[in-house]
Nanobody, 124 residues
Framework: QVQLVESGGGLVQAGGSLRLSCAAS????????LGWFRQAPGKEREFVAA????????LYSDSVKGRFTISRENFRNAVYLQMNNLKPEDTAMYYC?????????????????WGQGTQVTVSS
């Protein structure tokens, strides 16, 4: 079975950086999309970034493009989200998710496997 575990969240001042990690098990080298989503209290879960497991295709939301970088390390079965120039509006619970597909989708309903989430809080 696919299992995802996030880590790396925490409290950071505006303008600072954090690196989130997602350890994945049960994935093949190809055939999955690994995505990051975030959800703030009282708001909808929104797409942040995603990468295809096999071909390393990338997609970012407009709100994070240029500030966040998603990457993968196949040997470790891990996906990372480097977050730079963090803003208070980035504060949310961040989730790692897997979609059994080769094309990236931004709809959370496409993703069938989810981690437990890691909290990111950005102070002003």
């Amino acid at each position: 079975q696919v299992q995802l575990v996030e880590s790396g969240g925490g409290l950071v001042q505006a303008g600072g950086s954090l690196r989130l990690s997602c350890a994945a098990s049960g994935l093949t080298f190809s055939g999955y999309v690994l995505g990051w989503f975030r959800q703030a209290p009282g708001k909808e879960r929104e797409f942040v970034a995603a990468i295809t497991w096999g071909s390393s295709r990338l997609l970012y939301s407009d709100s994070v493009k240029g500030r966040f970088t998603i990457s993968r390390e196949n040997f470790r079965n891990a996906v990372y989200l480097q977050m730079n120039n963090l803003k208070p509006e980035d504060t949310a619970m961040y989730y790692c998710a897997a979609d059994r597909a080769t094309a990236i989708g931004t709809d959370a309903r496409r993703y069938e496997h989810w981690g437990q989430g890691t909290q990111v809080t950005v102070s002003s």
